[in-house]
């Protein structure tokens, strides 16, 4: 059973860099087939995809945050990470990190606030 | 900017059944929107019910089903459950794997 778990700040100064790692268990994300996501809810409200990486190492980014977002993988420690800059109050947020969109982690609460 | 709509709230009785949809600015849906849904309960993550259409995840309680009906994407709860309340979103595919998640269906078991 594929487990993916969500670590970083939980809060971030406005203009920072949001950095989180999503690091999954039960799977090797260099196996192949699979996307690895990461999507968004703010408070109160629904879900918003802010992109994935392949396991190819190709990317898609949602294109409303696309100047600020990167993508990125370590097949090494088998972990993907998201890097979020110039960040605002707009952005906090429930992250979650997800295989595809099948396996979810719990989620990890950033909030932007000086 | 594409847009996906459901209904912002439904209500259904114990042992009753409810079909939520799921709309797409750009026209009909289409198998080819490969639609999937979830559910997500007050503080815990998403949890996918149905992937392409109608195929159904080994966890999903039978009661769930998705379909097609009049140009939307559908989930249909048959002998709703007082668990089965939750907020329940739908997600379309516009090519390659670019996602767009609807607003989400408030579910009252009532």
């Known amino acids: 059973q594929v487990q993916l778990q969500e670590s970083g700040p939980g809060l971030v100064k406005p203009s920072q860099t949001l950095s989180l790692t999503c690091t999954v268990s039960?799977?090797?994300?260099?196996?192949?087939?699979?996307?690895w996501s990461w999507i968004r809810q703010h408070p109160g409200k629904g879900l918003e995809w802010i992109g994935y990486?392949?396991?190819?190492?190709?990317?898609y980014y949602n294109p409303s945050l696309k100047s600020r977002v990167t993508i990125s993988v370590d097949t090494s420690k088998n972990q993907f990470s998201l890097k979020l800059s110039s960040v605002t109050a707009a952005d906090t947020a429930v992250y979650y990190c997800?295989?595809?969109?099948?396996?979810w982690g719990q989620g990890t609460l950033v909030t932007v606030s000086s | 900017q594409t847009v996906v709509t459901q209904e912002p709230s439904l209500t259904v009785s114990p042992g009753g059944t409810v079909t939520l949809t799921c709309a797409s600015s750009?026209?009909?849906?289409?198998?080819?929107?490969?639609p999937n849904w979830f559910q997500q309960k007050p503080g815990q993550a998403p949890r996918a019910l149905i992937y392409?259409?109608?195929n159904k995840h080994s966890w999903t309680p039978a009661r769930f089903s998705g379909s097609l009906l009049g140009g939307k994407a559908a989930l249909t709860l048959s002998g709703v459950q007082p668990e089965d309340e939750a907020e329940y979103y739908c997600?379309?595919?516009?090519?390659?794997?670019?996602?767009?998640f609807g607003g989400g269906t408030k579910l009252t078991v009532l």
């Open positions: 039960g799977g090797s994300i260099s196996s192949g087939g699979y996307y």
């Open positions: 750009t026209g009909a849906v289409t198998s080819g929107y490969y």
């Open positions: 997600l379309l595919y516009y090519g390659g794997a670019r996602g767009v």
């Open positions: 990486i392949y396991y190819s190492g190709s990317t």
């Open positions: 997800a295989r595809d969109v099948d396996y």
């Open positions: 392409s259409t109608s």
